[in-house]
T-cell receptor, first 116, second 110 residues
Framework: DAGVTQSPTHLIKTRGQQVTLRCSPK?????VSWYQQALGQGPQFIFQ???????QRGNFPDRFSGHQFPNYSSELNVNALLLGDSALYLC???????????????FGAGTRLSVL | RKEVEQDPGPFNVPEGATVAFNCTYS??????FFWYRQDCRKEPKLLMS???SGNEDGRFTAQLNRASQYISLLIRDSKLSDSATYLC???????????FGKGTRLSVIA
């Protein structure tokens, strides 16, 4: 049973470029959440996708967008990259529970993005 | 005030020591609480959930005090392999996202 997989593992971009990160959830999971983790900080919530729609969003600008596909996989897109976007981007998957409750989230190994 | 605050660390302890991490949260409506462990340059992994009655898993004990909005993690008989960053995680009511603390780094020294 594959866990959460993310690609690529590392990425180097320059300011102003655009990037797309990919995530495949754990088998049986239907919800994907994305987090940004800067060096020395805890992960910060970007957004969550369920049933191919953005269900919740954290305090991130519109340059950060995403998508969820019918097979529950997801993409994170960041436009007009800034130096401050350099971070580890983590994808977490979970199974939605009745009543909108959350189940435990399992994380992928992340994509380390460096913006030069 | 940050939503979730943790001891700044780092904690450097000898093997066999007992170490305790503390965490406070600001949202009194928070419903679920967890400790995650994150090794250097790796993803966070769930260590244990935290319940009001307290829970224990081997050398690890987690406690929740809702009145004080305080969560703790106790590690007994520390091992070298316990060296990692420990993240306190809180979920608000309903389907709100995970809110992470900054993490506390533990180094267990031989």
């Amino acid at each position: 049973d594959a866990g959460v997989t993310q690609s690529p593992t590392h990425l180097i971009k320059t300011r102003g470029q655009q990037v797309t990160l990919r995530c495949s959830p754990k088998s049986g999971h239907d919800t994907v959440s994305w987090y940004q983790q800067a060096l020395g900080q805890g992960p910060q919530f970007i957004f969550q996708y369920y049933e191919e729609e953005e269900r919740q969003r954290g305090n991130f600008p519109d340059r950060f967008s995403g998508h969820q596909f019918p097979n529950y996989s997801s993409e994170l897109n960041v436009n007009a990259l800034l130096l401050g976007d350099s971070a580890l981007y983590l994808c977490a998957s979970s199974l939605a529970l009745a009543g909108g409750l959350q189940n435990i989230q399992y994380f992928g190994a992340g994509t380390r993005l460096s913006v030069l | 005030r940050k939503e979730v605050e943790q001891d700044p660390g780092p904690f450097n302890v000898p093997e066999g020591a007992t170490v305790a991490f503390n965490c406070t949260y600001s949202n009194s409506a928070s419903q679920s609480f967890f400790w995650y462990r994150q090794d250097c340059r790796k993803e966070p992994k769930l260590l244990m959930s935290v319940y009001s009655s307290g829970n224990e898993d081997g050398r690890f004990t987690a406690q929740l005090n809702r009145a004080s909005q305080y969560i703790s993690l106790l590690i007994r008989d520390s091992k070298l392999s316990d060296s990692a960053t420990y993240l306190c995680v809180v979920i608000g009511s309903g389907n709100t996202p995970l809110v992470f603390g900054k993490g506390t780094r533990l180094s267990v020294i031989a």
